[in-house]
């Protein structure tokens, strides 16, 4: 297999089983565990972005998930802020 | 060093799968907040890795252990933040007072 196929397939497979289960999970029970889920997406979706900039051989791409891996720490620690103690 | 890449990478990306699936699977946010960590602390270096070695050092190579580094050290952040709401919520920690 070609280091492309292996970009390809991992981004391909970590979308189908890694981004499933946290868009599940995301999406169903308690605002806690909703939170979670977005947690594990927001660090799913960062390495999709480098496994598809590595695919591409477009390292431009690079930037989109630096920024996400970011704004994706903000994100959860701004909804902790916002839920805090029933 | 084609192969080591892609041992690394597929190995990586084992480690992920199986804890998006273990979070979602068992029950209690408590218990799922331990398999958020395998994803950002072992995972994600570990294809992070794979790249450095597939595409040799450059400054293209850096960005990519520079986010990979970054998603590292905000896993454990991140973990914490959420155990300590989960933790006011549940009723375990007093909440802060906001004065």
Redesign the interface.
């Known amino acids: 297999m070609s280091l492309s196929t292996a970009w390809y397939l991992a981004s391909v497979i970590l979308l189908l089983g890694a981004m499933g289960p946290a868009l599940l999970l995301s999406s169903r029970r308690g605002p806690t565990d909703r939170l979670i889920g977005v947690s594990l997406g927001g660090s799913v979706a960062v390495l999709v972005g480098l496994l598809l900039s590595q695919a591409y051989g477009e390292s431009s791409y690079l930037i989109v998930p630096f920024v996400l891996a970011v704004l994706a720490l903000t994100g959860v620690l701004v909804y902790t802020r916002l839920l805090g103690p029933r | 060093m ?1 192969t080591l ?2 041992v690394l ?2 190995a990586g ?1 084992a480690v ?2 199986a ?3 273990a ?2 699977w068992l029950r209690g ?1 408590l218990v ?2 331990h398999y ?1 960590s395998p ?2 602390t072992i ?2 270096p570990l ?2 890795v794979s ?1 450095v070695i ?2 040799g050092w ?3 190579t850096g ?2 252990l ?3 580094l ?2 590292a050290a ?2 454990p ?2 973990t914490i ?2 155990a ?3 933790a ?2 549940e009723g375990i920690a007093p ?2 007072s906001h004065e």
Do not use: D, H, K, N
């Open positions: 084609q890449a892609q990478l597929f990306v992920i799968v804890s998006s699936w979070a979602l946010p799922r907040l958020l994803v950002t995972g994600a294809i992070g790249v597939a595409s450059s400054l293209s960005l990519v520079l986010t990979v970054l998603l905000s896993g952040a991140m933040a959420l300590r709401v989960i006011q919520r909440g802060e």
